[in-house]
């Protein structure tokens, strides 16, 4: 005798199984807590790593955002651009919270993404050249909606495929887990590993010497010592030497920036003309070529700090600080890869032009 199945019965089943909730895939789900770690150190290398990484991050972030809206010039700034690169930092950590916390629903992830970077902002109060900013923890809270709204999404929609395919494939985490964590772990190693490494040259950098005199350079030629603090107002060759408009404009900047609780100094200035080329000596020394010094260092014939007219800031903060302020005083950075690179070019209130790609033109 043949046995039949009632139709009624192999519905139930069905049913049944489509309601089994979400079960981690065999030997897999174990990756994502390791990943959401990784992800934490990442962004703990990028946000409170080593300063020149930190530098080298935002002028790549800006120099990519001005490449896309090139077609429209002046419409790009780069308050704009750090808060949206603080936001998309964060869209990794909410995005994974939802899917190691997945039966909490969405207020626990969004509590955790915004203590974290209330936790970010504390530490940075600290660390030397580093100012806190609400609005920083702003830009990391919507990061965090974005990345719970972008997870949630995704989970309700693998389960909807699943249950269409009568769960022969179950959704798999680990995948939207390594998708949404891959951008900040590359950024995170690459800001851990630079701990250490050597930047682009400049003028606090490179020996105060010479090659082909002989002369050793010191503050008379506007060198500054590495890692010397020089005030806006200081009596010496690499401010004294600068145009006189540049000056007063620069000193205004650092009473203003001070009473912002941000750290401003001076790390280059004047430099003469014999500084100037021990500069671009030791950057084809360090870069391999003419071509490629000129990248960060100009001939003494090119440059404008040994006419007076150009100045370099420190640290980060006051770099980001004149970026977003530096029109108000005719200040503007000259160089898409130099941040700290500061020229008068506008009058004060205009608008600054956009920095040039190249520093070796113009």
Do not use: K
């Not at 703990?44 to 972030?61: N, Q, S, Y």
């Not at 998309?88 to 899917?99: D, E, I, R, S, T």
């Amino acid at each position: 005798m043949t046995s039949t199945r009632h139709p009624s019965a192999a519905r139930a089943r069905r049913t049944a199984q489509a309601a089994v909730p979400d079960s981690p895939v065999p030997g897999r789900s174990g990756v994502l807590l390791p990943v959401a770690l990784a992800v934490l150190l990442g962004v703990g290398c990028i946000t409170l790593g080593p300063a020149e990484f930190v530098a080298d991050a935002r002028r790549a972030a800006v120099a990519g955002v001005e490449a896309l809206a090139a077609p429209w010039p002046g419409t790009v700034h780069r308050a704009q651009v750090e808060a949206v690169a603080n936001a998309l930092l964060f869209v990794p950590v909410g995005a994974l919270a939802v899917l190691v916390l997945r039966r909490s629903g969405p207020a626990l992830p969004l509590a955790l993404g915004t203590a974290l970077s209330l936790g970010i902002e504390l530490a940075q109060t600290v660390l030397p050249g580093r100012v806190p900013d609400l609005v920083d923890v702003a830009a990391n809270t919507a990061g965090t909606v974005g990345g719970v709204a972008l997870a949630t999404l995704c989970r309700v929609a693998s389960r909807r495929t699943a249950r269409r395919r009568g769960r022969a494939r179950r959704p798999r985490r680990w995948h939207l887990a390594a998708l949404v964590a891959a951008p900040v772990l590359v950024a995170g190693v690459a800001g851990c590993s630079s701990a250490g490494s050597p930047g682009p040259v400049r003028g606090a950098d490179a020996p105060p010497l010479n090659a082909a005199t002989g002369e050793v350079m010191t503050a008379e030629n506007g060198h500054v010592a590495d890692g010397e603090e020089l005030s806006a107002f200081a009596d010496v060759p690499a401010i004294t030497g600068l145009d006189r408009a540049l000056r007063t404009a620069v000193q205004d900047a650092a009473r203003d920036a001070t009473a912002d609780g941000v750290d401003f100094h001076v790390s280059s200035g004047w430099r003469s003309a014999a500084y100037q080329q021990a500069l671009f000596d030791a950057a084809v020394d360090r870069y391999g070529s003419p071509e490629a010094a000129r990248e960060w260092v100009l001939r003494p014939d090119e440059s404008a700090h040994v006419t007076g007219d150009a100045v370099d800031i420190g640290p980060t903060d006051a770099m980001s600080w004149l970026a977003q302020h530096g029109s108000d005083y005719g200040l503007c950075q000259t160089y898409g890869n130099e941040m700290w690179h500061f020229e008068l070019a506008v009058e004060r209130g205009g608008r600054c032009p956009a920095p040039s790609t190249d520093p070796s033109v113009g």
